[in-house]
C-alpha cells in the first residue's frame, strides 16, 4: 500500500503498515488458537470465561483495523471530499462500545455471583485413564498463552506512532496489559482450587474493570476524535506538536503577519486550515500556494492544507508561538 | 498448597484433587452420605422407602470406596436440587443428562455413558463448588465404569 486516501506514504511508512498488517493477522491467528484452547478447559470458572470472552473481544481491534484500511486507501471522491480516514475511527468507536458493554456484563455477571456466594465448580477430565482436576488444565492454557501479547503488543506498539494509527496503539496497549488478566485467571482457578471460592469471583471481576476501563478509554478517544477536537499525539497524551510547528513555519513568510492553525485528526492523517492575516491586503495567489507547500513539506500526514487569508485570527485557533523568526523564506 | 495436600490422593490412585468449601468430602469419608432420588427407569426405582437401580447401585459402591452408608431420601427432581443447595442432600440422582436445566444451581459431574440400563449419557448432581468430592466421584465412577 503506496497510498492512503490522497496521501503518498513514504518509504518508513509503507515499511511499518506492511509489518503492522503482518502483526495484525499474526494477532488473529495467535488470538483464535487460544479462543479454542481456553473453549477445551473454560469449565466453571467465571474467571476463566471472562478471560475468555476478553480474548474475543481482542479481535475487534484487530479486524476493525484491516477492515478500515481498505476503506481510508480510496482517494477522496466529490461524495467523500474528504477521503475515508473517519472509518478508522469508527472502527475504534465500534471496539471501544463493544469492550465497555461486555466488560459491564461480564462485571455485573461477577459482582452477583460473590453477592449469591456462588462456589464456582471445576470437575474434573479423564484422560489416559487418569481423573484430573480441570483446573490443572486451566492452569497449564493460561500459563503458555500468557507470552503472545508481550511480543505482539510490544511490535505493535512501536509501529503506532510511526503510522500515527490511534487503533493499532490502543490495540498494542491492551496487549501490553493482558498478561494480568492472564495471571489473575490463574489465581482465580488455583483459590478455586485451596478452597477460596470467592477469589474466582474476585478475578474475574478485577478482569471485567479492566475491560471497561479498556472500553471507556477507547470510546472516549473515539469520539473526540470524530467530534474534531484539536489534533493530539497517537497516545492522546498532549497536542500533536504539527499544530505549533505549521503554525511557526507559515509564519516565517515576509507577507505573513501572524498565522494560526485548526488542525483535526481524520484518523492516520490530518486535516489543516491555517489562517494568515497578511502584512498587505494584496496578497498574490503564489503567496498561498507555497505556504501550503511548505506546510506539506513539514510531514507525510498533513496532506490536506487549506491556506485563508483573513481580517484577523479566530479565537479557537491555535495561534504561532511569535518568535521573531530570522529567515524570511 | 496445604490445602491442596490435604485433598490429595483420595483412594490411593494417584489422582490429584481440589478441595471442599464446605469439607463435604472429609464429612462423608468414614459417616454419612445424604443422597437424593427420583426414579428414572432401570436407573433409579423407588420401591415403597426402598432405593434401587443401577445408578443408586453406583452410589452405594461409592460410598462404600469412601467408608461411608447412604442414607436415602426421595423426591422431585426439584426437591433434590433444593435439598443439594441448602446443604441437606451431598448427591443426587435422577437419570439426568447434560442438557439438565438445573446446572445453574448445582454441579453436574461429567456425563458416563456407561451406566447399566442407561439409554444414553447420565449425569449426577453434587452442591455446587464442593470440587474435591464432585472429583472423589468422578474418578470413583472413572475407574468403575473404565472403557
Not at chain 1, 474467571?47 to 484487530?62: C, G
Not at chain 1, 505482539?152 to 506498539?157: D, E, R
Not at chain 1, 506539506?296 to 479566530?314: E, H, M, R, Y
Not at chain 2, 444414553?120 to 455446587?128: D, N, T
Request: hydrophobic share 50%.
Amino acid at each position: 500500500m503506496k497510498t492512503m486516501g490522497r496521501t503518498d506514504l513514504p518509504a518508513a511508512q509503507q515499511q511499518a503498515l506492511r509489518s503492522a498488517i503482518g502483526w495484525e493477522w499474526f494477532t488473529i491467528g495467535y488470538t483464535l488458537v487460544t479462543i479454542v484452547l481456553i473453549a477445551f478447559v473454560v469449565g466453571g470458572s467465571q474467571a476463566m470465561k471472562t478471560a475468555w470472552i476478553e480474548d474475543m473481544l481482542s479481535l475487534i481491534p484487530q479486524i476493525s483495523f484491516l477492515i478500515a484500511l481498505l476503506f481510508i486507501r480510496r482517494p477522496p471522491t466529490r461524495a467523500f471530499p474528504f477521503g475515508h480516514h473517519r472509518v478508522m475511527g469508527v472502527g475504534h468507536l465500534v471496539a471501544g462500545v463493544a469492550l465497555l458493554a461486555v466488560g459491564g456484563d461480564l462485571a455485573y455477571e461477577a459482582i452477583s455471583g460473590l453477592l449469591r456466594a456462588e462456589h464456582p465448580s471445576i470437575g474434573t477430565v479423564y484422560v489416559f485413564g487418569q481423573t484430573i482436576w480441570l483446573g490443572w488444565f486451566m492452569v497449564a492454557v493460561m500459563s503458555v498463552i500468557v507470552i503472545g501479547p508481550f511480543f505482539y503488543g510490544h511490535a505493535k506498539a512501536k509501529l503506532a506512532p510511526k503510522l500515527h494509527n490511534k487503533v493499532l496503539y490502543a490495540d498494542a496497549d491492551m496487549a501490553k496489559a493482558d498478561w494480568t488478566s492472564t495471571v489473575a485467571s490463574i489465581v482465580g482457578v488455583l483459590g478455586v482450587g485451596v478452597g477460596l471460592w470467592w477469589l474466582d469471583g474476585a478475578a474475574a471481576l478485577f478482569i471485567s474493570v479492566g475491560i471497561v476501563w479498556d472500553g471507556w478509554r477507547n470510546s472516549r478517544a473515539a469520539i473526540r476524535d470524530l467530534i474534531d477536537q484539536r489534533a493530539r499525539t497517537e497516545d492522546d497524551a498532549r497536542p500533536h506538536p504539527l499544530i505549533a510547528r505549521i503554525a511557526d513555519r507559515v509564519e516565517e513568510f515576509a507577507w505573513v503577519r501572524e498565522t494560526a492553525v485548526r488542525m483535526r485528526d481524520m484518523g492516520q492523517v490530518f486535516h489543516v486550515e491555517v489562517f494568515v492575516v497578511p502584512v498587505d491586503v494584496d496578497v498574490r495567489l503564489e503567496q498561498i500556494e507555497d505556504a501550503r507547500d511548505a506546510v506539506t513539506q513539514l510531514d507525510w500526514k498533513v496532506q490536506d492544507v487549506v491556506v485563508i487569508p483573513t481580517a484577523s485570527l479566530p479565537d479557537e485557533a491555535e495561534p504561532a508561538k511569535r518568535q521573531p523568526s530570522a529567515s524570511g523564506a | 498448597m496445604l490445602a491442596l495436600a490435604l485433598a490429595l490422593c483420595v483412594a490411593g490412585c494417584g489422582l490429584t484433587v481440589p478441595s471442599d468449601p464446605q469439607g463435604t468430602l472429609d464429612r462423608v469419608r468414614g459417616g454419612e452420605l445424604r443422597a437424593g432420588a427420583s426414579a428414572s427407569g432401570e436407573l433409579v426405582t423407588i420401591d415403597g422407602s426402598k432405593v434401587g437401580g443401577s445408578l443408586a447401585r453406583l452410589v452405594e459402591d461409592f460410598a462404600d470406596s469412601v467408608d461411608a452408608k447412604v442414607t436415602w431420601s426421595e423426591g422431585s427432581e426439584e426437591d433434590l436440587v433444593d435439598g443439594l443447595e441448602a446443604g441437606e442432600l451431598d448427591l443426587a440422582i435422577g437419570g439426568m443428562t447434560e442438557a439438565t436445566p438445573w446446572s445453574d444451581r448445582v454441579a453436574v459431574t461429567r456425563a458416563y455413558d456407561a451406566v447399566p440400563g442407561a439409554r444414553g449419557p447420565v449425569v449426577l448432581l453434587v452442591p455446587l463448588g464442593e470440587n474435591a468430592w464432585q472429583a472423589a466421584l468422578e474418578g470413583y465412577l472413572d475407574r468403575k465404569l473404565a472403557r
